[in-house]
T-cell receptor, first 111, second 115 residues
Framework: GDSVTQMEGPVTLSEEAFLTINCTYT??????LFWYVQYPGEGLQLLLK?????DKGSNKGFEATYRKETTSFHLEKGSVQVSDSAVYFC??????????FGKGTMLLVSP | GAGVSQSPSNKVTEKGKDVELRCDPI?????LYWYRQSLGQGLEFLIY????????KSGLPSDRFSAERTGGSVSTLTIQRTQQEDSAVYLC?????????????FGNGTRLTVT
C-alpha cells in the first residue's frame, strides 16, 4: 500500500523566514498528492493538491510541486507568518478508498 | 454552512467499558471516513463508507472496533471493552464522492481517554 514520509518536527522559524517541509511517497502507480493543515483547536483542512506529475499546487502563499522522478511533494513558503503555526500533513491517494497520511510536521513561527 | 460534526468532543471512559462515537457528515456527501490520530503516529485509517456500505474496513485494529452508517448519513464508531491503547483522537471526514478529486472535509474529532 501507499506510504508517506515527512520530516519530523517541530520546525521552528522566525516570521518572514523561508519554509520547506519535505515529503516523499511510495505508491502503486501515480497517486494524487495533498497537503492538509491543522491549526490549533481546529480540524484538518485541505491546503493544496496536485493530481499529476509536474503539477504545482498553491494556496495562501504555500506551494508544492509533484516530482515523479524523486517521488516528492515538498511544501514551501517564501515568507512565513505567525498565523502559519500549525501541523502540516502530507498525503497520497492512489486508490478509491483511503487517503494515506504522513505523521505530520509541527511548524512554530515566532514574531 | 455546516461542516462535519462529531460528538462527543471529549470522552473519558474506564478500561473495559464500551464507547460510541458519532459523526454527522456534510449533507449530500456520499463518502465517509474514520481515522485515528495518536501522538507520534500521525493519522491512521480505520474504515471507509460509500453510502451505507463499507468497501474498506482494513484499518480497524481489532474485532473490538466496529462502525455503521445509516441513511447514507450519520455514522457511529463503536469500541467495545476499551483498552488504554485505544486513547486517541478519532477523526471523521466526508467527501462529496469517492476519489482523489473530491477533497476530504474533517470534523474536529473526538478525544477519547481510557483510564
Amino acid at each position: 500500500g501507499d506510504s508517506v514520509t515527512q520530516m519530523e518536527g517541530p520546525v521552528t522559524l522566525s516570521e518572514e523566514a523561508f519554509l520547506t517541509i519535505n515529503c516523499t511517497y511510495t505508491a502503486t502507480g501515480y497517486p494524487s498528492l495533498f497537503w492538509y493543515v491543522q491549526y490549533p483547536g481546529e480540524g484538518l483542512q485541505l491546503l493544496l493538491k496536485a493530481t499529476k506529475a509536474d503539477d504545482k499546487g498553491s494556496n495562501k502563499g504555500f506551494e508544492a510541486t509533484y516530482r515523479k522522478e524523486t517521488t516528492s511533494f515538498h511544501l514551501e513558503k517564501g515568507s512565513v507568518q505567525v498565523s502559519d503555526s500549525a501541523v502540516y500533513f502530507c498525503a497520497s491517494f492512489s486508490g478509491y478508498s483511503t487517503l494515506t497520511f504522513g505523521k505530520g510536521t509541527m511548524l512554530l513561527v515566532s514574531p | 454552512g455546516a461542516g462535519v460534526s462529531q460528538s462527543p468532543s471529549n470522552k473519558v471512559t474506564e478500561k473495559g467499558k464500551d464507547v460510541e462515537l458519532r459523526c454527522d457528515p456534510i449533507s449530500g456527501h456520499t463518502a465517509l471516513y474514520w481515522y485515528r490520530q495518536s501522538l507520534g503516529q500521525g493519522l491512521e485509517f480505520l474504515i471507509y463508507f460509500q453510502g451505507n456500505s463499507a468497501p474498506d474496513k482494513s484499518g480497524l485494529p481489532s474485532d473490538r472496533f466496529s462502525a455503521e452508517r445509516t441513511g447514507g448519513s450519520v455514522s457511529t464508531l463503536t469500541i467495545q471493552r476499551t483498552q488504554q491503547e485505544d486513547s486517541a483522537v478519532y477523526l471523521c471526514a466526508s467527501s462529496l464522492v469517492e476519489g482523489p478529486n473530491s477533497p476530504l472535509h474533517f470534523g474536529n474529532g473526538t478525544r477519547l481517554t481510557v483510564t
